[in-house]
């Protein structure tokens, strides 16, 4: 039913964004992301393996509304049922512009579906994302953001006795990153830094949970195409979440048009 219902909404949305923005184009953009390992939200998604993502982000007409899917799965044994899809519409956009208090935003839902499993068996979940950044705030160079996250089964049915231990809960993250301008004429280097509080999400404690630091960059290969590199280490302060250090890399390759 929430599937549904989710469908109907997305179809509105369109429908409703098509009509006021005629004049512009459809943004479509693919993505294809290598990480040697995936911490969702500092928890070891599949272990010692790396993971592959690939998307399709759709932007309708400008009007902020959009829609993305993206399949997840582990690269090694072990993990073929744990592959996932994720269904996510979203509405972003930016207030008050040309101020110091400048906030970018991007506000979704997900429905993560896993289609190795039967769902009342799967940790089939929704899940609310809501995303601010303000780039004016700080000095030139320094960008701070706050993404929360709060998630839960995405069934009744879908409890412990159904073989689906899902427990409600959210994480908030902390986020400030500097652009570095190494070379004139290229792309500065993103040096991130990540704080987060988990909160109940999967049983784990609430608590402080983890810290990331990372550093990337961004190479136009053409007008259309876009390299993402990235190396990021995690330390980890919550065992309920992850007992371990975790260092890993990210290589992102982007198609718009």
Known sequence: MKRRFLFIAVIILL????TQSQEKELGVTFDLTY????LSKGVEAYGSHGALFKSIDLDFWGTGFGFEVIHRNA???GYVDMQ???FRPYYKGTVFEDTPYMMNFNLGTEYEYYPGLDRKRAYTTWEWIFAFSWPNILPQGFTPSYIAHYEYAAGENYTKQSGADIPPGGVHRFILGYDLKALENAEPLRLSGELAYTDGLGGAEH???YATFGISTKLKITDNITFLPGVYYQ???EDSVCDHNVAYTGLSLK???
Do not use: E, N
């Not at 990480?35 to 995936?38: D, N, R």
């Open 255 to 257: 198609y718009k048009f």
């Open 235 to 237: 330390i980890s302060m």
């Open 84 to 86: 996932r899809f994720d």
């Open 75 to 77: 690269i090694g044994s």
């Open 15 to 18: 429908a409703a964004s098509r």
């Open 35 to 38: 990480l040697s390992k995936w």
């Open 207 to 209: 608590d402080w949970s």
